[in-house]
């Protein structure tokens, strides 16, 4: 359900990117502004590792340093059927975690000094089973296309903006009223729509990769369970000293910015009640 989700958003996605662009430059001008998108994109693809990485000052251990955590990430991986990614540790209370690489053979988990002392060993075994159940699904990539698109709407809709300004529109002009109200329509509501439509592709892979991960361990009551201590520990530790901001954060299993309300539109995970009780229903429990 959550894959026909993912699909049927980011056709409507692409929707929108064909329609702005042919509002500015007809095929052409959409053709250029998303191969523009697509290579700065694909940029941070390649290097999605160590960008995000390099953000949250996370720093490699090896089994040595960090027996446990090693043996939990080597028992997922092989449940997981994936090769086992390079373990980091980020130094911070905030108890959160996060995997990125952009395919199995390039992967990294890192997890905050902050999780350890909050969650039992079921718990981190749920949560990096969601992570590394990231990785199996293919995530980054999906993510990395997805911004793609919304990259170009976006780029398209401010190239618009300034041809309203020096030249009017490709069609209708400025001595037409209504064209000139749609293409503003345009130059507003698109670059919302396509983050909406982005923001809800990434809470349909969030709830995709919990699946996932429970399947692979066999215990949706921890990961639940997880999610639950990991909600309240980010509201009581923002991750304020990290390198988070809104361009990292939807890799985290725990949004760190907590919006409500209208806010909750534009959050790159969905509620956390709505992933514990979904997670409660695999295990044949009712949430509550």
Avoid: C
Avoid at 72 to 100: C, G, Q, S, W
């Amino acid at each position: 359900m959550n894959n026909l989700k993912t699909f049927f958003l980011f056709a409507l996605l692409t929707s929108i990117l064909v329609a702005v662009g042919w509002a500015i430059g007809g095929y052409s001008g959409m053709v250029v502004f998303l191969v523009l998108a697509a290579v700065l994109n694909f940029s941070s693809y390649w290097f999605s590792d160590k960008l995000a990485l390099k953000a949250s000052g996370a720093k490699e251990v090896t089994a040595e340093q960090e027996p446990r955590l090693h043996a939990i990430v080597d028992e997922v991986a092989h449940l997981a059927m994936i090769p086992k990614p390079r373990v980091y540790i980020i130094n911070t209370d905030t108890p959160n975690a996060f995997a990125t690489g952009r395919n199995a053979d390039h992967a990294a988990v890192a997890v905050t000094t902050g999780i350890a002392g909050l969650l039992d060993e079921r718990e981190l075994r749920g949560v990096l089973g969601h992570e590394l159940g990231h990785i199996r699904n293919h995530d980054i990539l999906i993510s990395t296309v997805v911004a793609t698109v919304a990259g170009a709407i976006t780029m398209i809709a401010w190239m618009l903006q300034w041809s309203l300004i020096f030249g009017g529109g490709r069609r209708g002009g400025r001595d037409n009223p209504l064209g000139i109200i749609g293409l503003l329509a345009t130059v507003i509501l698109a670059p919302i729509a396509a983050t909406v439509i982005r923001m809800a592709i990434s809470r349909s892979r969030e709830f995709q990769a919990d699946a996932t991960g429970a399947r692979m361990v066999h215990d949706p009551e921890a990961l639940a369970s997880a999610l639950l201590k990991l909600q309240q520990g980010v509201q009581m530790r923002p991750m304020r000293e990290t390198g988070v901001t809104q361009a990292t954060a939807h890799l985290y299993i725990v949004n760190p910015f907590r919006g409500r309300g209208m806010t909750a539109l534009f959050s790159t995970h969905p509620p956390t009640e709505e992933r514990v009780r979904r997670l409660y229903a695999m295990a044949g429990l009712a949430y509550r």
